[in-house]
């Protein structure tokens, strides 16, 4: 039986046939394909069948779109397509793979049986399909929350399709239901690492296709992107303060009030939460700038 099943869950034609292609060059080909096609207005038959003499596929169309409504969601349908494979991948219909990538994950699978998230180097790359950034790479172990704080200060990236996920601590938790799945992977990592650290392979590799076609490359859709990273910041600062030094907190404090302040007023409760963490946390310049910006936004208004 194989290992792994990588999930697909289709809506975009336009950059799946190189995903297909990543998958037919794979130099292990222990793994099992399984494509949700979220009701797309375009036909991806065709090219699954071009690449059915190199791969075997299980392909079903749910007859009406989840991925608008909820894409958590979309995804959750797609993994209950998949069999019993112990180990997940979320693959993106417009991202592609290394051709060692599950040849990689098998080499190095004696190294991560005890923790429950394996995560990849990956490269961000653009509408034309050149890279748009310099190969991320990462500590071969290193804790979820100081994994997010990397991302936090650009040192790192991080989104679904170059993580491997074990399906029991799926099942355990599921994906948490933020609108447009934004911070979904973010969560899931927090919460499915269980205090484990993340085991990293970088020796292969995923391409992030970021687009005006993709939800990062949507600038437009900003407002919805600013209210779920309040509710993200906020789990993060109640569940997770406790793996943070006062700089890191005093960091993520800033942009949780930038987020709310670039919105709306901070509520009571917001504020209290807020002032808080900052006396638990103290740094009295970071304090002052806190307080100072709470002052500005009811004297502008």
Same mark, same amino acid.
């Given at each position: 039986?194989?290992?792994?099943?990588?999930?697909?869950?289709?809506?975009?034609?336009?950059?799946?046939?190189?995903?297909?292609?990543?998958?037919?060059?794979?130099?292990?080909?222990?793994?099992?394909?399984?494509?949700?096609?979220?009701?797309?207005?375009?036909?991806?038959?065709?090219?699954?069948?071009?690449?059915?003499?190199?791969?075997?596929?299980?392909?079903?169309?749910?007859?009406?779109?989840?991925?608008?409504?909820?894409?958590?969601?979309?995804?959750?349908?797609?993994?209950?397509?998949?069999?019993?494979?112990?180990?997940?991948?979320?693959?993106?219909?417009?991202?592609?793979?290394?051709?060692?990538?599950? $040849?990689?994950?098998?080499?190095?699978?004696?190294?991560?049986?005890?923790?429950?998230?394996?995560?990849?180097?990956?490269?961000?790359?653009?509408?034309?399909?050149?890279?748009?950034?310099?190969?991320?790479?990462?500590?071969?172990?290193?804790?979820?929350?100081?994994?997010?704080?990397?991302?936090?200060?650009? $040192?790192?990236?991080?989104?679904?399709?170059?993580?491997?996920?074990?399906?029991?601590?799926?099942?355990?938790?599921?994906?948490?239901?933020?609108?447009?799945?934004?911070?979904?992977?973010?969560?899931?990592?927090?919460?499915?690492?269980?205090?484990?650290?993340?085991?990293?392979?970088?020796?292969?590799?995923?391409?992030?296709?970021?687009?005006?076609?993709?939800?990062?490359?949507?600038?437009?859709?900003?407002?919805?992107?600013?209210?779920?990273?309040?509710?993200?910041?906020?789990?993060?600062?109640?569940?997770?303060?406790?793996?943070?030094?006062?700089?890191?907190?005093?960091?993520?404090?800033?942009?949780?009030?930038?987020?709310?302040?670039?919105?709306?007023?901070?509520?009571?409760? $917001?504020?209290?939460?807020?002032?808080?963490?900052?006396?638990?946390?103290?740094?009295?310049?970071?304090?002052?700038?806190?307080?100072?910006?709470?002052?500005?936004?009811?004297?502008?208004?």
């Amino acid at each position: 039986m194989n290992d792994l099943a990588i999930v697909i869950p289709f809506y975009k034609i336009q950059f799946f046939e190189k995903t297909l292609t990543s998958l037919s060059s794979q130099t292990d080909k222990r793994f099992n394909i399984y494509i949700g096609d979220d009701a797309s207005p375009e036909n991806p038959r065709p090219l699954i069948e071009k690449f059915s003499s190199y791969l075997k596929f299980n392909y079903t169309r749910f007859q009406s779109n989840l991925g608008s409504i909820s894409l958590s969601k979309q995804w959750d349908r797609c993994i209950s397509l998949s069999n019993d494979e112990p180990w997940l991948m979320i693959l993106g219909d417009d991202d592609w793979l290394s051709p060692n990538y599950v $040849e990689c994950f098998y080499k190095h699978k004696s190294e991560f049986d005890d923790v429950n998230i394996v995560r990849y180097a990956s490269y961000e790359i653009d509408f034309s399909k050149k890279r748009r950034s310099k190969l991320y790479t990462h500590p071969i172990l290193e804790d979820a929350p100081q994994s997010f704080w990397r991302k936090c200060i650009y $040192e790192s990236r991080s989104s679904l399709t170059e993580y491997v996920f074990k399906r029991t601590v799926y099942e355990k938790y599921g994906f948490f239901d933020y609108d447009l799945a934004w911070c979904s992977d973010d969560h899931a990592w927090l919460v499915f690492s269980e205090e484990q650290p993340i085991y990293s392979i970088n020796e292969a590799f995923a391409n992030i296709g970021v687009s005006s076609m993709s939800i990062t490359g949507q600038d437009h859709m900003g407002l919805r992107k600013s209210i779920v990273k309040i509710e993200f910041y906020k789990f993060l600062l109640k569940n997770y303060s406790d793996c943070y030094n006062s700089k890191q907190i005093n960091f993520i404090c800033g942009r949780l009030e930038n987020e709310i302040l670039g919105n709306r007023y901070l509520e009571l409760s $917001e504020f209290i939460f807020l002032v808080k963490l900052r006396f638990n946390f103290f740094e009295w310049y970071q304090f002052k700038k806190f307080l100072k910006k709470v002052f500005r936004s009811f004297y502008y208004e």
